[in-house]
Nanobody
């Protein structure tokens, strides 16, 4: 199983980025949960957004309506649209998928992880 993220980069505060995560060897549309996490230096990995196989969505409190998680089943790809970015959003962003389970906030519950894509927001 391989998850490959892309779309990170350097953006000014207030700007937007769209992250993508393409999976091979695991079907994101039937896995119970697929998510985006972020991790800043010296901090714990934190849930950004989660999407269930039934298309329910969950967001971290810090997102505050700025991000949208979605999935393209035909491409087996997970997306994270990030708008109104803030300097405090700067982190490495990882996608992850949980084949069976429901505790979406716990990184330990996820079976597969991507290598991460860096998002840097300048002030």
């Amino acid at each position: 199983v391989q998850l490959v993220e892309s779309g990170g980069g350097l953006v000014q505060a207030g700007g937007s980025l769209r992250l993508s995560c393409t999976a091979s060897g695991s079907d994101l549309s039937i896995n119970d949960i697929s998510s985006w996490f972020c991790q800043a230096p010296g901090k714990e990995r934190e849930l950004v957004a989660a999407l269930s196989s039934g298309d329910s969505t969950y967001y971290g409190d810090f997102v505050q309506g700025r991000f949208t998680i979605s999935r393209d089943n035909t491409k087996n790809t997970l997306f994270l649209q990030m708008n109104t970015l803030k300097p405090e959003d700067t982190a490495m962003y990882y996608c992850a998928t949980m084949v069976r389970g429901y505790i979406y906030v716990d990184p330990r519950q996820y079976n597969y992880w991507g290598q991460g894509t860096q998002v840097t927001v300048s002030s």
